[in-house]
RNA sequence: GGCGCCGUGGCCGAGUGGCUAGGCAACGGAUUGCAAAUCCGUGUACCGCGGUUCAAUUCCGCGCGGCGCCUCCA
């Protein structure tokens, strides 16, 4: 079965054509990093995540790049406003973003390139820009003719009358060194005031003389230039977060093409609906946004893990409304799958995989569902259906083993899907190994007492046991 | 003003022109030293009003309500 995504530009979920199978190259945009990354962040991050995921595990072989933004304007205000260098500050952040990828267990990228070591290439691309009439110098930059590109406003749906209006109120009317209210900056030429000592000087070619001028990269150049670099000048799958349809990514795409003249310079275009907190939208410029380490604080190691359930609960396309309730909710779920895993676990001992049966059955559905634009809450529905089927059997003693067992890889399969370390996360050490044993022997004496003190002293370690006829369950908080 | 999305049982959330997804929470029961999990049972959900149809939660129109984007916010 094909695998179906919806795709942005179409606005149709279509069957998913890469250029050159089983290769795919994707690329993500990654996060400014001038501060922690928030939870709506993170949301998008995981949904590139499940995307690379379920393509690898339907066996393409995926090249993914996500970048890292460490030049532009909040990243040099917010630098300079605490005292530090660029570098410094943006490297900070950087090992934040990374620690906070471990946390949610994302897949490590095959390249996590940051604009800043990508300046050569940004003279280049600008230089070929001006070459073929899609650029011009002004006095404060270079500028992208956006007339020079007939489908500009495309991704987004928009025309160029609705672009001239520009009803949103953001368009500085004051920029009157650009020839259409619609032009980006591809270069800005060095402010003091507001650059410091952020700065490269790049020499271009203007009317066959060179010209060099001090300054920095525009943001949309720095994402058309790092696929260039590490994917090639076309591309088969770009993600990114809603609000990036426009007008980064319509202007990475009038960039790239106007650039290297090939079309299309991405084949597949996806964006992840934004997350609400409390139903209202969150932003860094805001102060209602919550970080993976919140998570942590407040609903334990599992925490993020657990947010990663709850954005699996809802379909990319549609937004997601974050609250905490629905946090404990997603933990209380992932809590059950982790315990039925070790249920079926010990249900199937050495057995072979039951290649046949509701099993396979459900997982047939639940790869039917992934396939059909990542339909990860009717995926997870698939599972859920089986598992109560096989709950019933277990509890009969009717579930054969190759059965459970296939049930296991089933979960496991979710779980390689969507991120959720179902499998146990760590072992008992052998200070915890002695009290589960003391509690052993103390059931066994039947004092009961004792047996509840050292339950709730493990919990207190995060080792959550459980009593069931074949003796303890032990997983992890 | 333009473009677009959404309104499903206590909460979250799929989906379909007729065959009651699923999860979490709640209540009763079974099981259990207790707890948890598990099993059995319990709630006749589809914003309102019209229309199309043998039949609409699902299609169309209007209304009400919520939300996003319209030049550098994932």
């Not at 368009?171 to 032009?183: G, L």
């Not at 008992?428 to 002293?457: I, N, P």
């Amino acid at each position: 079965m094909p695998l179906r995504f919806h795709n942005t530009l179409t606005r149709r979920v279509e069957e998913f054509r890469p250029a050159n199978p089983p290769r795919v190259t994707v690329y993500a945009c990654g996060p400014t990093v001038y501060g922690p990354a928030h939870i709506g962040n993170w949301s998008s991050f995981l949904f590139f995540d499940v995307v690379v995921r379920w393509l690898r595990l339907r066996g393409y072989q995926v090249r993914f790049v996500t970048n890292v933004t460490d030049v532009e304007d909040k990243t040099i205000r917010d630098s300079r406003a605490a005292g530090e260098t660029l570098s410094a500050f943006t490297r900070r952040w950087e090992a934040d973003y990374l620690e906070g990828r471990r946390l949610f267990g994302c897949v490590v990228a095959d390249a996590f390139p940051r604009a800043t070591e990508h300046v050569d290439g940004m003279r280049d691309m600008i230089q070929a820009l001006l070459d073929r009439g899609h650029a011009y110098v002004a006095e404060d930059g270079i500028y992208f003719r956006v007339a020079s590109f007939p489908t500009y406003g495309e991704l987004a749906n928009l025309s160029a009358e609705s672009l001239r209006a520009g009803a949103s109120g953001r368009v500085r009317a004051d920029e009157y060194e650009k020839e259409h209210v619609s032009d980006f900056v591809l270069w800005k030429a060095w402010d003091p005031a507001a650059d410091g000592d952020v700065a490269w000087t790049p020499t271009f070619t203007v009317d066959g003389q060179p010209r060099t001028m001090k300054g920095r990269p525009g943001w949309h150049i720095e994402c058309s230039v790092m696929i260039r670099a590490l994917l090639g000048d076309q591309i088969d799958l770009h993600l990114g977060g809603e609000d990036l349809k426009f007008p980064h990514h319509q202007n990475e795409l009038a960039q790239s093409e106007a650039a290297t003249g090939k079309q299309p310079f991405v084949r597949h275009w996806m964006h992840r609906r934004h997350l609400l907190v409390d139903g209202a939208k969150m932003s860094k410029s805001k102060k209602n946004f919550y970080t993976v380490q919140d998570l942590v604080a407040r609903a334990g190691p599992s925490g993020p893990r657990a947010f990663r359930y709850l954005v699996a609960t809802a379909h990319y396309g549609t937004p997601i409304d974050f609250t905490w309730a629905g946090l404990e909710a997603a933990a209380a779920t992932l809590r059950n799958l982790a315990d039925a895993r070790v249920r079926l676990a010990k249900a199937a001992g050495a057995a072979a995989p039951a290649k046949a049966g509701a099993v396979a059955q459900a997982r047939a559905a639940f790869e039917a569902r992934m396939d059909d634009d990542l339909d990860t809450p009717g995926a997870m529905a698939a599972v859920q259906e089986w598992l109560h089927e096989a709950n019933k059997a277990l509890a009969a003693g009717t579930l054969p083993a190759a059965d459970a067992a296939a049930g296991v890889a089933l979960l496991d399969e979710a779980d390689e899907a969507l991120g959720l370390a179902l499998r146990p996360t760590r072992t008992l050490s052998a200070d915890e190994q002695a009290l589960v044993d003391a509690r052993m022997a103390a059931r066994r004496a039947k004092q009961w007492g004792e047996a509840d003190r050292l339950r709730a002293e493990l919990a207190s370690r995060g080792v959550l046991v459980k009593d069931s006829k074949d003796g303890q369950e032990i997983s992890f908080s």
